[in-house]
């Protein structure tokens, strides 16, 4: 029968690590020296804390070679991951493979079949956070039908309009529509476990808003009911174009109404007031920095979980317009184009 041999120093030591220390291992592995110097039988010892004979055994050894340094657990000890991050092949075969994202048994089954391993959800799961994944929905994406040639070409004069802007050469206006009504937004929000902030939809006519917005947080916004129509927007650019102060460029999209023939035959007008039209790409909406005021006025700073009514709802889309870069800003210093 083997016994722990130790100063009272030691002891000390022993004593304080079993009642304070963070990791629970260690103030096992503890406990057991302590037992063991208190006159305890190494198996009756290891049937307490369901562990093998041998494990205290080797506790023992480290403490006699080591001292206390001895009882932690060392660097590399204990099984090997059976999925390593700095294995390549399996990191390229899990990034590169997109139905893996979906079904994580998909995955298991193809990733057992090739390595010859026992590959189960838990693991892989534990795996792929090592990789910096995590679960969240998909993104839409209209990348794969832009077409790079023009998509660089656009990109480049939208990159010298800015740069026009601010040099104070021109004014930059990015322009857009968007529509509010009571049963389309959801926000997320911090809520308690178990309990929801309710929101009230219903089926409501929208209130449709055009508006121009420059990188300084200039909005210029005009409210209408029903389908835009190329007369309309016309309308809300020709009020704009009146009240002109520099030579300006308006970023717009490519909409149906944006080409109409009463549209192009309009645009010689505004370039004779000082106006200009600039298309963006049909498939880059990351050209059009007002679809961010567009999201943050639905997530963010509307607030649905008080509005109940369609009335509401326009009085607190007035509100936000009419505070808008004194109340409600967005920082576009780093907008990447």
Known sequence: MRKLSSTQEELETLKECILNHTKYHVRKRRMTLF?????????????KFNIKPRAIYSW????????????????????????????????????????FARSLKTACAELSSELGLNITKPVLIKFIK???????????????????????EQKAKLKQLIELNKDKYIDLYFADESRFNMERFIP???????????????????????????????????????????????????????????????????????????????????????????????????????????????????HFEYINTQDKLEIQVKEIRCNFRKKYTISFKELEI
């Open 35 to 47: 037992l063991l110097h208190e006159g305890g039988i190494i198996p009756d010892i290891a049937r």
């Open 60 to 99: 023992l050894d480290n403490w006699k070679t080591s001292g206390i340094v001895g009882l932690f657990r060392q660097k590399g000890s204990g099984r090997k991951p059976l999925l390593s991050i700095e294995n390549e092949p399996i990191v390229e075969l899990i990034k590169k493979n997109k139905e």
């Open 130 to 152: 090592k990789l910096r994944h995590s679960w969240k929905r998909f993104r839409k994406s209209l990348k794969s039908k832009q077409n790079p040639i023009v998509y660089e």
């Open 188 to 302: 997320y929000g911090w809520q308690p476990k178990g309990e929801y902030i309710e929101i009230t939809p219903s089926k409501t006519p929208s209130m449709n808003v055009f508006g121009l917005m420059s990188l300084d947080n200039r909005l210029e916004a005009y409210s209408y009911k029903g389908t835009a129509t190329s007369e309309l927007i016309i309308s809300f650019i020709d009020d704009f174009a009146s009240r002109l102060k520099q030579p300006t460029a308006i970023v717009l999209d490519n909409a149906s109404v944006h080409h109409s023939y009463a549209f192009e035959e309009k645009t010689a007008a505004w370039e004779k007031l000082g106006l200009r039209i600039f298309f963006s790409t049909t498939v880059q909406p990351s050209l059009e920095p007002i679809e961010i005021s567009w999201r943050k006025m639905k997530h963010e700073w509307l």
